[in-house]
T-cell receptor, first 117, second 113 residues
Framework: GAVVSQHPSWVICKSGTSVKIECRSL??????MFWYRQFPKQSLMLMAT?????????EQGVEKDKFLINHASLTLSTLTVTSAHPEDSSFYIC?????????????FGPGTRLTVT | SQELEQSPQSLIVQEGKNLTINCTSS?????LYWYKQKYGEGLIFLMM?????EEKSHEKITAKLDEKKQQSSLHITASQPSHAGIYLC?????????????FGQGTTLQVKP
């Protein structure tokens, strides 16, 4: 299947600083990528839809000024957590769509664990 | 309440036994995806179903989508310790196939050797 990578895989930062997470589709082009957040032992919560060349679409309750998303190319989307606080500590996962034989398949990155101290 | 309900929440089976995980919605499932996740890691794509009545198999795992497209099941035959993990169903609830997925709560599977 298609491969999606994320970088970094884990990051520790201090409160008030900003952290950028990259999501790359390695062997296919993705016009749309998605960013999810997962709390310990909970399911994934969709944060936003990242569209190549246009503004991201955020889900209700997600602060767009805090979670900046940029989709500069067909293979790269970035999520920047600005002015991070301990409550932003979480597991962030991106996904990208690839058109397969049976329709659109969603492939997920390995995730980025963010710890804000 | 959850738009996508998974059951059971957790499951412990003896190696070699069969098991089924269910995923139910009150809305039409325009795309239903099954993933496996190990805690703290990314999601491994298992299968995607789109058509009512569709059934797909890969190795010992079979997934079905009912005719009404509101329920899916994941069946593992002759379970092995390597099957242990968290199984998540994700669904696209939009007829325009946006790709935005809503996830169930997950089912944690343990397989005892």
């Amino acid at each position: 299947g298609a491969v999606v990578s994320q970088h970094p895989s884990w990051v520790i930062c201090k409160s008030g600083t900003s952290v950028k997470i990259e999501c790359r589709s390695l062997d296919f082009q993705a016009t749309t990528m998605f960013w999810y957040r997962q709390f310990p032992k909970q399911s994934l919560m969709l944060m936003a839809t990242s569209n190549e060349g246009s503004k991201a679409t955020y889900e209700q309750g997600v602060e767009k000024d805090k979670f900046l998303i940029n989709h500069a190319s067909l293979t790269l989307s970035t999520l920047t957590v600005t002015s991070a606080h301990p409550e932003d500590s979480s597991f962030y996962i991106c996904s990208a769509s690839s058109l397969g034989g049976g329709g659109y398949e969603q492939y997920f990155g390995p995730g980025t664990r963010l710890t804000v101290t | 309440s959850q738009e996508l309900e998974q059951s059971p929440q957790s499951l412990i089976v003896q190696e070699g036994k069969n098991l089924t995980i269910n995923c139910t919605s009150s809305k039409t499932l325009y795309g239903l995806y099954w993933y496996k996740q190990k805690y703290g890691e990314g999601l491994i794509f298992l299968m995607m179903l789109q058509k009512g009545g569709e059934e797909k198999s890969h190795e010992k795992i079979t997934a079905k989508l009912d005719e009404k497209k509101q329920q899916s099941s994941l069946h593992i035959t002759a379970s092995q310790p390597s099957h242990a993990g968290i199984y998540l169903c994700g669904a696209d609830l939009s007829s325009s196939n946006t790709g935005k997925l809503i996830f169930g709560q997950g089912t944690t599977l343990q397989v005892k050797p």
